[in-house]
């Protein structure tokens, strides 16, 4: 019998009390559960109205089609339509996902664009209002200010507030009270220079010449990879990296954890500096910008100002000794002197003598004397109270890359394409000069803090002991350029030179010191 729904045999067959109909179980449940009636008869019906037939096995008869070569034909054919058909259905499926994935990926980056933009927006605002703190710390000269009171208009007002006669920016310059600070800086430190011994726990030479790599570290990006400058806070053991790829890293040398990276630059960073005994860093960068970082107490880092004053690419930017005030040089041939505290700057300084830009600048010890290095291969030395250029150092080849002056005052080292000169500041004279390489610049050259040694980094390393004037500066040890670049861009002394730490255009920072001292100051 077939069942009175299906009019297939069933496979488990049960039949009602009520009509005694035959149904297939699983069919007739089912329908219960739907509508509680028989399908027949349209009476009410439960389950428990339903009784399970036990019967033999039943093998359903094979249909007519497949027992032929046609009907098996047919069959397969069905069979691949379904497939085709199915295929064609995952087809779709996956072509409305990636749909979905494109447009999903557009509206992030549509999303990122807008979070550029208003960060861009951000930045330009806090400038702003930078600059108008500054107006209203350091006014600007009384006849100014009358004049522009007398105007109806709020914008001509406030533009002839900022320019001057001859349309450029007004600054307030360097007053008495900041030139009698500089002084007494000035003195302070000499008399302590004069009493000033080698510190007992300087590494002596033979350490130095044992000195190896212990550890390499890549703090930067690899699609635009290069350390190009770094900085020690000895304080703490901090190093401070800037990069090609636009970021500055702050990394922790005893435990090698990066504490910070600071974005902002749209450019690579040129120069990085610790202002000491403060949490603030200054970075300087090719997009004009020079940046002051603070510190905060969760470890990570706020742009406090965005100083905006050259119209060229920031090369160099060295600090002074008060810790007070700061210097950048740039390649549009001026240098500004500014207030930390502030970020206000108080004198931009160019010579319309020469069209030259800066490509590297620091500050003699004593803080009255600051040296730069040009882009047509000359030293100048300038007094930072009159802002005069007081000496000019001629010889080089090629742009100034890096200059360095001495613990004791006397020695000036410069680096350039043709090696390091070292210049005597009393008799303004070239008393040496190193060539280590032919075919490449002289990247970095850098004194140790006691005065003691002097470090140059290119196409490899090497350690000269400092001597006097007469007697020979020997080389203590070469080091090869382990990053494989040939450049080896950034060199800088621990304190009391217990370690060296390079930069290089591979993106690694790597520590030189004694084997087995990768630990703190005193391992």
């Not at 800037?242 to 922790?252: K, L, N, P, S, W």
């Not at 949490?279 to 510190?295: E, M, N, P």
């Not at 010890?365 to 150092?393: E, H, M, Y």
């Not at 009393?426 to 060539?435: A, G, I, M, P, T």
Request: aromatic share 6%.
């Amino acid at each position: 019998m077939n069942c009175s729904i299906s009019g297939d045999v069933p496979e488990e067959p049960v039949v009602s009390k009520k009509s005694g109909l035959l149904y297939e179980r699983r069919l007739i449940e089912r329908h219960i559960t739907d509508y509680g009636k028989c399908p027949v008869t349209g009476e009410p019906l439960t389950m428990d109205d339903i009784v399970p037939i036990k019967t033999g096995k039943i093998v359903k008869p094979k249909p007519l089609h497949s027992a032929s070569i046609p009907g098996l034909l047919g069959m397969f054919q069905n069979e691949w339509d379904s497939l085709m058909l199915s295929n064609f259905a995952l087809e779709q499926q996956l072509h409305t996902a990636r749909q979905e994935l494109s447009h999903a990926l557009y509206q992030h980056d549509a999303a990122c664009r807008v979070i550029a933009r208003l960060k861009k927006e951000r930045d330009e605002s806090r400038a702003l209002l930078a600059q108008a703190e500054r107006q209203i710390s350091f006014p600007v000269s009384t006849a100014v200010t009358a004049n522009a009171s007398s105007l109806s208009n709020g914008k001509r007002a406030a533009e002839d507030e900022e320019l001057g006669s001859g349309g450029k920016k007004l600054r307030p310059g360097i007053s008495a009270n900041i030139i009698s600070e500089l002084t007494d800086c000035n003195a302070a430190l000499s008399q302590q220079r004069k009493r000033r011994q080698i510190p007992q726990t300087l590494a002596p030479v033979d350490a130095l010449e044992r000195y190896t790599q212990i550890s390499s570290h890549p703090l930067h990006k690899t699609n635009k990879p290069g350390i190009i400058s770094l900085d020690i806070l000895y304080s703490k053991d901090i190093i401070a990296t800037g990069g090609v790829d636009t970021t500055a890293v702050i990394f922790d040398r005893p435990s090698g954890q990066v504490l910070s990276t600071l974005t902002g630059h749209s450019k690579k960073v040129t120069s990085v500096k610790f202002v000491t005994q403060t949490d603030l860093i200054l970075t300087g960068s090719a997009d004009k910008t020079v940046r002051v970082w603070q510190g905060s107490e969760d470890g990570n880092f706020d742009c406090r100002h965005i100083l905006k004053d050259h119209t060229a690419e920031v090369q160099a930017v060295t600090v002074h000794a008060t810790n007070n005030y700061f210097v950048t040089a740039s390649l549009d041939n001026t240098w500004c002197l500014y207030d930390l505290s502030s970020g206000l700057c108080l004198t931009q300084v160019s010579d319309a003598s020469e069209n030259e830009g800066y490509t590297s600048a620091a500050f003699h010890p004593d803080g009255l004397i600051l040296g730069t290095g040009t882009s047509q291969a000359r030293v100048k030395i300038w007094d930072v109270k009159s802002q005069a250029n007081v000496a000019k150092f001629d010889g080089h080849a090629g742009p100034v890359t890096a200059i360095s002056f001495s613990e004791n005052g006397y020695f000036l080292a410069t680096a350039a394409h043709d090696g390091v000169k070292l210049w005597d500041l009393r008799k303004l004279k070239n008393f040496r000069s190193f060539e280590p390489y032919s075919d490449a610049p002289t990247n970095s050259v850098e004194f140790d803090h006691s005065g003691s040694y002097l470090a140059i980094a290119g196409s490899d390393i090497r350690v000269y002991q400092v001597a006097s004037v007469k007697a020979e500066w020997s080389c203590i040890k070469t080091w090869p350029d382990l990053s494989g670049t040939g450049k080896c861009t950034s060199i800088k002394f621990g304190p009391d030179a217990k370690y060296m730490a390079v930069g290089s255009m591979d993106r690694n920072l790597r520590i030189f010191a004694l084997p087995g001292d990768e630990g703190g100051l005193d391992s």
